[in-house]
């Protein structure tokens, strides 16, 4: 028998098995004809009682508009944290997202408007296909990392608590800070 909370979930939209298991505050706002599709295995954790350090908030997924995707992969695991595709964001296999962390793939205001325009009364930027976020298997994600437009970050990697991801970052890399960049490697066994 599927649980009440996973059926409120496929009812904004949300393509979401019956193995998806949700703690705590879980807020959805998916535009019409956009995708959300979760995995099997996939928990969403907003409770403080089921995280060794914390968990401060709800876990927002918003898409911001009808052709927005958001697919996060089988076993992902993500806590307290925020959410939000214009164009496409992938989650693979196995991610653990900490506390608070935030991941989108528009800058959600025009970064330059027109001379004598205020960026406060313009829409949305129009999202880019080159903006799209992938976030391969196996990747940890630490507490209040940011994700922006245009990342990959590959299999196997390890994003340090407070990093703000702007670029790229290759798989099996430790990488942290602001910007975000590579301090080391994920030895092979």
């Known amino acids: 028998m599927m649980s009440f909370r996973v059926q409120s979930l496929r009812f904004r939209g949300v393509q979401a098995p019956q193995s998806v298991q949700l703690h705590g505050r879980v807020l959805v706002f998916a535009c019409p004809g956009s995708r959300v599709s979760l995995g099997e295995n996939v928990i969403l954790n907003a409770s403080a009682r089921r995280n060794t350090l914390e968990a401060r908030g709800p876990i927002l997924i918003r898409t911001t508009n009808g052709r927005a995707q958001l697919l996060i992969g089988n076993d992902t695991g993500m806590t307290s944290m925020t959410i939000s595709a214009s164009q496409e964001i992938v ?99």
């Open 91 to 189: 989650i693979g296999d196995r991610v653990l997202i900490g506390a608070g962390v935030i991941i989108t793939d528009s800058d959600h205001h025009v970064v330059r408007p027109p001379i004598g325009v205020s960026r406060r009364f313009l829409p949305m930027p129009a999202p880019v296909i080159g903006d799209r976020v992938v976030i391969e298997d196996d990747v940890f994600l630490g507490a209040r990392s940011i994700v922006l437009k245009g990342v990959r970050i590959g299999t196997g990697s390890v994003i340090g608590a407070g990093s703000v991801v702007s670029r790229s970052i290759p798989p099996g890399s430790i990488a942290a800070g602001n910007p975000c960049r590579v301090i080391g490697k994920i030895a092979s066994e």
